[in-house]
């Protein structure tokens, strides 16, 4: 997932930051991905997403907006996407970007 | 009129002669990729025990990291301490497990395992430098004392994180 270390900006709508992701899968045996935001103590943090699992086919590249409201800007720590896993998956991944 | 059109014309194809200068651009970004390079499976060398080790019948999983740029990325990763699907079990299931470096690509990686840290079932890398590194991550669960796994399909699951640093 990139970019590594992301950064909020204004969105259209006020009170809202946004932030674009880009994601990619490596994995042929996953098909789907979930998002999560996270505090620095890895407690979820409420985010708007044009997806929270997302749908992707092996080397598959998705961009996907993130949305939070400034005040729960501030705890953001985190932007994360876990693999969810099959019948056949034996290893879950889990990649974070941070804000710094 | 036809003096004008031909002359037109004329100026339209005289083009002239510049060094053309085609540009190659190229962006790399910063990631960190895992990819499963083998699952794994569980052995039965007891009827109370399940392992990956070939040892046991089993095979290790395999994971591995792709990173771009050094010393951005931790790697964690954490073997099972319980069952993804299993038959009911009424008995407390032991779980041991380990994760070593098994293959590099630089030999500044050498030193990933040296300086690993584990706590409880998580072993966390510092990812200094890019490149591929191959982790292995060893699990057993044994039933009860000496009690019999229920018969059934058994699945478990590595946890493979790469965290921003």
């Known amino acids: 997932m990139t970019p590594t270390y992301p950064q909020f900006e204004i969105s259209f709508m006020p009170g809202v930051s946004v932030t674009t992701m880009n994601l990619f899968n490596k994995r042929k045996d996953v098909a789907y991905y979930e998002i999560g935001v996270f505090t620095d103590e890895w407690k979820p943090v409420p985010f708007v997403s044009q997806y929270t699992v997302i749908p ?5 590249t998705i961009s996907f907006d993130v949305y939070v409201s400034n005040d729960a800007l501030r705890s953001v720590e985190y932007i994360c996407s876990q693999s969810k896993v099959n019948v056949r998956t034996t290893v879950t ?6 804000i710094k | 009129m036809k003096e004008l059109l031909i002359a037109g014309a004329l100026l ?22 895992i990819v499963t390079d083998t699952n794994g499976v569980y052995g039965n060398p007891l009827p109370s025990k ?3 080790l070939s040892a046991d019948g089993g095979v290790v999983p ?104």
């Open chain 1, 56 to 60: 992707m086919k092996y080397l598959d």
């Open chain 1, 93 to 98: 991944s889990k990649i974070c970007s941070r």
């Open chain 2, 12 to 33: 339209a194809s005289c083009s002239p002669a510049y060094a053309a200068e085609t540009p190659i651009t190229g962006n790399v970004q910063t990631r960190c990729l």
């Open chain 2, 50 to 52: 399940l392992s990956t």
């Open chain 2, 62 to 165: 395999v994971v591995r990291y792709d990173v771009t740029l050094a010393d951005a990325y931790l790697a964690k990763v954490t073997t099972p301490t319980q069952f993804s699907t299993a038959p009911a079990l009424t008995d407390a299931v032991t779980w041991t497990g380990s994760t070593t470096v098994t293959n590099t690509t630089d030999v500044g990686m050498a030193g990933y395992e040296a300086a690993k840290v584990t706590y409880g079932s998580t072993t966390q890398y510092d990812l200094v430098v890019a490149g591929s590194t191959w982790f292995s991550s060893e699990s057993a669960a044994v039933y009860g004392v000496n009690k019999s796994f229920p018969g059934g399909s058994y699945t478990a699951l590595i946890l493979a994180e790469c965290i921003a640093k």
